[in-house]
């Protein structure tokens, strides 16, 4: 298809994405060809009007209540996820290629999440090293030798992408316990319906809606009844991610409950209703292990339910996630992922890590202590973004502080290049400059696994800042994937 | 479709607190009438020992002048009584009743919240008091009207119903109330044009005028707007009104969903309707009209009592005496 490009003066003549990889440009060598008429209508538009639509859809999402809680002193804030409204675009062959990483990483570490937690024979083979499992503080001995419906652990999954400066998706993070952020998904794509309805018209994007029917359909599949009592349970209104707890119960039309709802008696799970206790098979909690149970975990936790563990482990009731699958989103253990997919499935990575040297191996670590002022070096250890050192940035105290650390302790350390997140046109205060991205797609697993066809574009909004987190100025975009065959 | 207690609750709140606004509302604008007669800012007064707030409002403020007042149930956030506090309170409620309630319902609160936040008192000077009055009626009639055009028709509108309509009732009672707070019983005025013009505005702040006039085209005594204000049948804010919708909400919910609880509740609110039924307005200002309203006041706390102990699972106080909401 070919499409006249905008006038000289247009929208867009002045953006320069640079040496990074653009998401709605491609790179210089390899034009994105499907995002041509979205870049055409973009063009075509006036900069004032395009801020008007921008500020009209952050009121709608304030006064809609999609915000999440910032707590200072004394108050809490309603803070919405910035939006920028240019929307990120996957065509229909890089999804396809993503769906396919996305679920041959979830089998594997379902498969390793039932090994580990039965015969461990990744453990006996030695292709992971015994006491970064064991040893791990999200390791649940209360789950061995238990069987859980289909063999699934992590029912939903969150991988977080980003894309190199080749254009290559690489996998930076899993989050197998409690991934968030699916409900902004949802809802910026009907934040763009309503305010760019002509940007979307007869573009082919692939719907994300049906999210809730589909983790509704996994829940019921692993409940112990048929026609079960399904719930989700949420930590409460204080939350800072209460807005998406409140939008999957209602998206599965379930009961949004808290701890205090629900009480076990005999090993069974009920909830308190108008008319006395009713019973619940299946239950999304959107709660970390710890506080799940205070019998069992964390004493201290007001939020969970007493006895919860012991009606799971006898079979009465469902958890999605399973206990336990923290330990396969460790940090440590994410080195250990395309092994695994190669021990349990027999193939190589659809979709690679970032490359990653895990310092407890000779080679590793001389190649780390060589190229030093190159590379990210991350302790393994529980504090997460504790200790690293980006050798781009570091002194050479601080360098030779990280050398002798990896000297005295290598099994503690991995180290990463830098990697060059991709970029995706942004507004911003002037004009539509870059800003980099990542990529969050959801998976859902009951009997078998669905990703839904998009998932969280994260927007750092501070100009040359790599970190997309909502707590350090990032926002979100849509994400389109394209239909497939010519559009 | 089983509905939690804690939403019951919830729901039950959110309802009482957006009609508790509305009458608030209603309220601060009778006592803006009241101030520009001639008895001018001392009425202002009355609207504190109304709500029994006089402790607290004298712990932060020195005169019950017109401006005090009006920040104080407007905007001040310690306050549990004033506007900001139960716009507040009706949409924690909301918050955690989203997966319950519409879409609509929920934007609406919010917005009204966020709006009455950005709010200050300048807005309110008193030369605009009535004009906000009227804005924050309006919001929660739109609410009203959201509700019933979009909340669907399961437990929860009952107990929205059963919330709304003790809140009003009490609310009813409040208002009628300030006449007595505003005019301390003084024989001479009874029958002046003050007095009148005082039990008009009593009676057009609750949107009642027009329809009093119908029901008693000729005279307007204590006697009459008291009566009707408690006793008629037709107008919708009137105590007898409200307790009889409680009483068939009460009725209906409890067999069309099988609620094993709440005959305690129902029994409560049986007496009290039969005991509003049987008591003549001359009686009851004889006896005195304050006293009488206390009385049904308490009457519809302990009927808030017994539904909250048999539906929201709220445990009946044993040794301790505990104060209930």
């Not at chain 1, 309603?78 to 929307?87: C, Q």
């Not at chain 1, 930076?172 to 934040?191: K, T």
């Not at chain 1, 040297?357 to 504090?383: F, H, M, S, W």
């Not at chain 1, 290049?417 to 990542?438: G, K, N, Q």
Request: hydrophobic share 40%.
């Amino acid at each position: 298809m070919s499409v006249p490009e905008g006038k000289p003066s247009d929208l867009l003549s002045s953006y320069n994405p640079g040496l990074y990889f653009d998401e709605l440009f491609g790179a210089m060598d390899l034009p994105a060809e499907h995002t041509a008429l979205i870049r055409q209508r973009l063009a075509a538009l006036d900069f004032d009007e395009l801020r008007r639509r921008a500020q009209d859809a952050e009121r709608e999402l304030y006064n809609l209540g999609i915000t999440f809680i910032v707590y200072s002193d004394k108050d809490a804030v309603d803070r919405i996820l910035p939006f920028d409204i240019i929307p990120r675009v996957i065509s229909a062959p890089e999804w396809k290629h993503l769906e396919a990483g996305v679920t041959q990483r979830v089998a594997a570490l379902n498969l390793f999440l039932h090994d580990i937690y039965h015969d461990q024979k990744i453990l006996k083979d030695g292709v992971i090293p015994r006491d970064l499992v064991e040893g791990n503080h999200n390791f649940r001995p209360q789950m061995i030798g238990l069987d859980v419906p289909f063999n699934t652990y992590i029912h939903i999954m969150g991988t977080d992408l980003v894309r190199d400066r080749h254009g290559t998706f690489r996998v930076l993070e899993d989050n197998g316990r409690v991934p968030s952020g699916v409900s902004y998904v949802v809802e910026n794509r009907h934040m763009m319906q309503r305010v760019f309805p002509d940007l979307m018209q007869d573009i082919g994007i692939r719907p994300v809606d049906n999210y809730g029917h589909k983790l509704l359909d996994a829940m019921v599949e692993i409940a112990p009844v048929d026609d079960p009592q399904v719930v989700l349970l949420s930590p409460g209104t204080y939350n800072s991610a209460y807005f998406e707890h409140i939008f999957l119960a209602r998206e599965m039309g379930v009961p949004l409950v808290e701890g205090r709802d629900l009480v076990v008696d005999n090993d069974r799970v009920f909830m308190k209703t108008t008319n006395g206790l009713a019973p619940v098979h299946s239950i999304y909690r959107r709660l970390d292990d710890a506080f799940l149970d205070p019998k069992a975990f964390n004493p201290d936790s007001l939020l969970g339910v007493p006895g919860i563990l012991e009606a799971y482990r006898k079979g009465n009731v469902a958890l999605a996630n399973a206990i336990g699958t923290g330990v396969a989103d460790d940090k440590a253990v994410y080195c250990y992922v395309p092994r695994m997919i190669k021990y349990y499935l027999d193939q190589d990575p659809i979709i690679p890590n970032v490359d990653t040297r895990i310092c407890r191996e000779a080679d590793a670590l001389q190649y780390t202590l060589d190229n030093l002022a190159d590379l990210v070096v991350k302790p393994v250890g529980e504090a997460g973004g504790y200790g690293i050192t980006i050798g781009p940035r570091a002194s050479k105290a601080e360098l030779e502080d990280c050398r002798a650390k990896l000297l005295a302790d290598p099994s503690n350390y991995i180290s990463q290049p830098v990697v060059d997140l991709s970029v995706c046109p942004t507004v911003c205060d002037d004009a539509i400059e870059p800003r980099h991205v990542d990529l969050r797609p959801f998976a859902i697993t009951g009997k078998s696994t669905w990703v839904l066809p998009g998932g969280l574009s994260r927007v750092a909004l501070k100009k040359g800042t790599l970190i997309v987190n909502s707590s350090q100025g990032g926002g979100s975009k849509d994400t389109w994937v394209l239909e497939g065959g010519a559009a | 479709m089983n509905l939690l207690s804690r939403y019951a609750e919830c729901i039950f709140w959110m309802a009482r607190y957006m009609e508790r606004a509305e009458n608030l509302a209603r309220i601060l604008d009778v006592h803006e009438t009241f101030a520009r007669d001639t008895r001018g800012a001392t009425n202002w007064f009355s609207i504190v020992q109304l709500n029994a707030d006089e402790k607290d409002f004298f712990s932060r403020h020195d005169r019950p002048t017109a401006e005090a007042v009006i920040h104080y149930y407007m905007f001040d956030p310690q306050n549990r009584n004033s506007l900001l506090s139960m716009l507040r309170m009706a949409r924690e409620n909301a918050r955690t009743l989203r997966p319950w309630i519409s879409t609509e319902m929920w934007t609406q609160i919010n917005v009204f919240h966020n709006k009455l936040l950005e709010m200050s008192v300048k807005d309110v000077a008193a030369q605009n008091l009535s004009k906000v009055c009227t804005w924050i009626k309006e919001e929660c009639q739109t609410h009203t009207g959201i509700t019933e055009g979009t909340f669907y028709r399961d437990q929860g509108w009952y107990f929205y119903q059963m919330g709304k309509y003790i809140e009003r009732a009490d609310q009813t009672t409040r208002l009628l109330d300030i006449k007595y707070h505003t005019l301390l019983p003084s024989p001479l005025d009874v029958g002046s044009t003050l007095d009148v013009s005082q039990w008009t505005t009593v009676l057009r702040c609750t949107a009642g005028y027009h329809a009093f006039r119908r029901v008693y085209p000729r005279g307007m005594s204590p006697t009459t707007v008291a009566g009707f204000m408690l006793f008629n049948e037709g107008f919708p804010r009137s105590v007898v009104m409200c307790v009889r919708q409680i009483d068939g909400v009460l009725t209906r919910i409890r067999s069309r969903y099988d609620l094993r609880g709440g005959s305690a509740a129902m029994e409560r609110v049986d007496e009290l309707l039969a005991a509003l039924l049987s008591r003549p307005i001359d009686a009851v200002l004889r006896d005195g009209l304050h006293e009488y309203l206390d009385w049904i006041q308490l009457q519809l706390s302990v009927v808030t009592t017994e539904i909250a102990q048999a539906f929201f699972g709220v445990q009946p106080p044993l040794a301790v005496q505990s104060q209930s909401q």
